[in-house]
């Protein structure tokens, strides 16, 4: 694997109470030649979703070598525990804030919204020991894919962070920003805590050449006025 594949999945959670009765979410997948990383890992019971996209490219679950999590919501950690009983060697990632929600030593700080709710009431299950071996600081480069940048983007939850990959100049939001339709947004407003603090965190974006967005929910929107739509959003802040 010499050229790197750095692009989002779509796992079409089954949601019977939503429009179309699925509910689409985007992990990011990341091929290199010495790695295969998933970027946040759906909902509980999404692990089947991820190995027939990882089959897509014929990888298994069992070659997963990282996965890191933007933040410590259940859509984005809900398969780690299997993920890792499947695999226990993969290496996984998060920021020391959010760190202690997604080992289960303390309650994730919220609640699924409505059909949600009723349909997962089980609720996050962490994995049953410690397993985050090393937690990304505000501008840490891991060395995957040429290098990946960790940006420290609080305010969606404490620990929030997103990624920047130079060589292809692919910004990965988690859920700092969304795509709606067409169009690029920030985060949602009914499941961020601190609403302005997200929105200046998306001040951190303008030091990097962006020509591709990556948003958990909403997929993947390129344009080459990235940085000043972004400027343009974080300066607008949130409707009042």
């Not at 790695?35 to 996209?53: C, F, K, N, Q, Y």
């Not at 984005?76 to 226990?88: F, K, M, R, T, Y």
């Not at 609080?154 to 929030?160: A, C, L, M």
């Amino acid at each position: 694997m010499t050229n790197t594949i750095l692009k989002p999945m779509t796992l079409n959670i089954k949601v019977p109470a939503f429009p179309g009765g699925h509910w689409p979410i985007n992990p990011t997948l990341i091929i290199s030649e010495n790695d295969v990383v998933l970027v946040d890992t759906g909902m509980p019971g999404s692990e089947e979703m991820i190995a027939a996209e990882l089959k897509k490219h014929e990888l298994s679950i069992g070659q997963l070598t990282k996965v890191i999590l933007t933040h410590q919501d259940i859509d984005h950690v809900g398969s780690l525990a299997n993920l890792l009983e499947i695999n226990p060697n993969i290496e996984v990632f998060s920021h020391e804030l959010d760190r202690p929600y997604i080992e289960g030593k303390q309650s994730l700080i919220k609640e699924l919204p409505g059909p949600l709710a009723v349909q997962f009431r089980e609720g996050y299950t962490a994995p049953s020991v410690p397993f985050i071996k090393h937690t990304l600081a505000d501008g840490e480069e891991l060395d995957v894919a040429g290098g990946l940048i960790t940006i420290h983007t609080p305010g969606h939850t404490e620990g929030h962070i997103s990624l920047y990959h130079p060589a292809s100049k692919t910004l990965i939001t988690g859920d700092a920003m969304l795509i709606r339709g067409p169009k690029l947004e920030g985060p949602n407003p009914m499941q961020t805590p601190d609403l302005d603090q997200a929105y200046q965190s998306l001040t951190k974006f303008a030091s990097f050449d962006i020509k591709r967005v990556i948003c958990y929910h909403g997929g993947m929107y390129e344009s080459e006025t990235l940085n000043e739509e972004i400027a343009q959003i974080a300066a607008t802040g949130p409707a009042k």
